[in-house]
């Protein structure tokens, strides 16, 4: 018998704190540096696009269908996050969706 989903407890052994916290939780109103992968620097050029808050890049997230790479290529574009920032935004962003919608 199986005590625990492996899938689940590897995400969760490669993941950050920041990512667990945000996934733990609804969004609620949080701040868009809640998210995995966006700290102060790339969280100021996001607000300054207009994506001040997690849902709002939700949002886009899910215009994009959750697709990895068209969401990843956007915020590299938008806020100039590198590869790794993009993807840890994607997982955050995609585990919380399995969670929560």
Same mark, same amino acid.
């Given at each position: +018998?199986? =005590?625990? %989903?492996?899938?689940? &407890? *590897?995400?969760?052994?490669?993941?950050?704190?920041? #990512?667990?916290? &945000? /996934?733990?939780?609804?969004?609620?109103?949080? #701040?868009?540096?809640? !998210?995995?992968?966006?700290? %102060?620097?790339?969280?100021?050029?996001?607000?300054?696009?207009?994506? %001040?808050?997690?849902?709002? /890049?939700?949002?886009?997230?899910? /215009?994009?269908? +959750?697709?990895?790479?068209?969401? /990843?290529? =956007? !915020?590299?574009?938008?806020?100039?996050?590198?590869?790794?920032?993009?993807?840890?935004? #994607?997982?955050?962003? #995609? *585990? =919380?969706?399995?969670? &929560?919608?």
């Amino acid at each position: +018998m199986k =005590w625990f %989903d492996t899938k689940s &407890f *590897n995400s969760m052994a490669t993941t950050s704190q920041k #990512h667990r916290q &945000f /996934v733990s939780e609804p969004m609620g109103d949080k #701040h868009v540096s809640a !998210l995995a992968g966006i700290k %102060d620097v790339l969280a100021l050029r996001l607000a300054q696009e207009g994506y %001040d808050k997690a849902y709002v /890049v939700l949002g886009q997230f899910l /215009v994009l269908k +959750m697709n990895k790479k068209l969401f /990843v290529e =956007w !915020l590299m574009d938008i806020c100039g996050a590198n590869a790794w920032q993009a993807e840890c935004c #994607h997982t955050c962003l #995609h *585990n =919380w969706c399995e969670a &929560f919608l």
